[in-house]
């Protein structure tokens, strides 16, 4: 007999909304988004140092309960110091067609009956059945050089992409984390074409200066997909107060990425104990966008899962993406409301998603 009553829901949420993950970006580097984290740990013995211990697969991605991810196209620029990857760009046609071998990859991904690309708001409804088993696909560019001019954002939206973030580290068009500056001309002519096209602005990554002058040319959709607060963690990745009002201005809603180095002070990666971190440091950057917005409604998460780390750097809690229920059991236990769960698990995503998709 099961413990629970019909009136108890199995799972504390309705459905999880994840605003960041590199499926295309680690299925082209050979890791099959189609295969659990579980088997693919099987495969790769020993783990892959620079990818860390597999913690994504379309099986526990549903099995959680998510419903929706933002899935990046993610070209890797060949200037990056570490990790080095084999395909990396180091002109603009490069980075093109990198993204378009990405694209190409969830084209082909969205064949399996269980996903949906996403690119109206009326695809969203048929995705979000809390007994379903389908997982809806929202296109985030992750860094604008595969624009190879700002024009060619219409060719993009085309061709299903509905968010572009300027920066990852700079770009031809915006500075970037670790590499201050403003926006460039290009990264200029590419907010007006953003706005005129209908595509979303995704800050995170942006410096501060290019930030700020986005917002204000920038007049469409907002959001930071995978940003924390540097109040908490005080490096130029994560997003001072004044950045979270700015963007609480505009109605955004800011994902909280579960990286254990995003998330604690001083956590480094390399030797790094995992138990260090847990929930209730998650809970911590949700509850100070929480408390600067004055309501639940502007945060989220935006795991970046298989973003460069594994498993031994995500909180002590979570071993693979079918615990993400878990950050809402956390939020619970410190007194959020059923619905601020719902919410920031992922209603606040999708009330977003309806408002700027076209
Ligand atoms: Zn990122």
């Not at 079918?322 to 809402?328: H, I």
Request: proline share 6%.
């Amino acid at each position: 007999m099961s413990r629970k009553s019909p009136s108890q829901p199995e799972k504390p949420f309705r459905f999880i909304v994840d605003a960041h993950e590199d499926i295309a970006f680690n299925a082209v580097q050979g890791r099959d988004f189609k295969l659990s984290a579980l088997e693919k740990r099987k495969l790769e013995t020993p783990p892959d140092s620079d990818k860390g211990i597999a913690t994504v697969g379309l099986p526990e991605l549903l099995q959680a309960g998510v419903r929706i991810v933002f899935a990046t196209l993610w070209a890797a620029p060949c200037s990056m110091p570490e990790p080095k990857v084999e395909q990396c760009y180091e002109t603009p046609q490069q980075a093109y067609d990198l993204a378009r071998k990405q694209l190409e990859y969830y084209n082909d991904l969205a064949k399996d009956p269980r996903i949906r690309l996403i690119r109206s708001r009326s695809d969203i409804d048929s995705v979000l059945d809390p007994e379903g088993s389908r997982l809806g696909v929202v296109l985030l560019m992750e860094g604008a050089d595969p624009i190879v001019v700002p024009k060619q954002v219409r060719e993009w939206f085309e061709a299903g992409v509905r968010i572009v973030g300027p920066a990852w580290h700079a770009t031809r068009y915006s500075g970037g984390t670790h590499m201050p500056g403003p926006l460039t001309g290009l990264g200029r002519e590419l907010m007006g074409e953003m706005e005129r096209t209908g595509i979303i602005l995704d800050t995170s990554h942006m410096a501060e200066a290019s930030f700020f002058e986005a917002l204000e040319l920038f007049h469409g959709p907002v959001i930071a997909s995978h940003s924390n607060c540097r109040t908490i963690v005080p490096t130029d990745r994560q997003l001072s107060d004044e950045m979270i009002s700015a963007l609480l201005a505009r109605e955004a809603v800011i994902g909280t990425v579960l990286y254990n180095e995003f998330l604690q002070r001083d956590w480094k990666q390399t030797g790094a104990i995992k138990s260090k971190v847990t929930l209730s440091d998650v809970v911590k950057h949700i509850r100070h966008v929480c408390d600067l917005a004055g309501d639940r409604l502007h945060a989220g998460i935006g795991s970046d899962f298989d973003g460069g780390f594994g498993s031994g750097s995500i909180p002590a809690e979570l071993d693979t993406a079918a615990d993400l229920p878990k950050v809402g059991e956390a939020l619970g236990d410190v007194g959020f409301s059923q619905t601020d769960i719902d919410n920031i698990l992922g209603g606040n995503w999708v009330r977003m998603l309806k408002r700027a998709l076209p």
